[in-house]
């Protein structure tokens, strides 16, 4: 007899973790790696990948481009970032917001910050 579904491993949606990190420091890098594997744990989400933005934030930047390349495999559900800030500032991140629903992703964040709300796209 076959065992139960609950009794097998089972991966959990696909997401991408994406962080802007401009100028902080290795430990700073590891609470913020250590937020979104926990969050991926409790909510059963599959963490495929990490990019990591390091230098200022435009919309051409390698770990965002690479973070949309990933985002056209098959199965993928999201992206999960720490905070909403993470997207960059303002304009960027109304932009890269644009593009990772236009991919078909749902955007997820750990902590919501209600002063920091995501800019909705203009239609």
Do not use: C, K
């Given at each position: 007899?076959?065992?139960?579904?609950?009794?097998?491993?089972?991966?959990?949606?696909v997401v991408y973790g994406y962080l802007r990190l401009p100028r902080a420091c290795a430990a700073r890098r590891e609470a913020l790696v250590t937020a979104l594997t926990g969050y991926c744990?409790?909510?059963?989400?599959?963490?495929?990948?990490?990019?990591?933005?390091?230098?200022?934030?435009?919309?051409?930047?390698?770990?965002?481009?690479?973070?949309?390349?990933?985002?056209?495999?098959?199965?993928?559900?999201?992206?999960?970032?720490?905070?909403?800030?993470?997207?960059?500032?303002?304009?960027?991140?109304?932009?890269?917001?644009?593009?990772?629903?236009?991919?078909?992703?749902?955007?997820?964040?750990?902590?919501?910050?209600?002063?920091?709300?995501?800019?909705?796209?203009?239609?």
């Open positions: 007899m076959e065992p139960i579904t609950e009794l097998r491993p089972v991966n959990g949606p744990l409790q909510h059963e989400l599959t963490l495929s990948g990490l990019f990591t933005e390091r230098g200022n934030s435009e919309n051409g930047t390698p770990a965002f481009v690479s973070l949309l390349d990933v985002l056209e495999l098959p199965d993928v559900y999201g992206v999960v970032l720490p905070a909403a800030s993470h997207l960059g500032p303002r304009n960027t991140a109304t932009e890269r917001r644009r593009r990772i629903e236009e991919a078909g992703a749902r955007l997820l964040l750990v902590r919501r910050n209600r002063s920091h709300r995501l800019p909705v796209p203009s239609q």
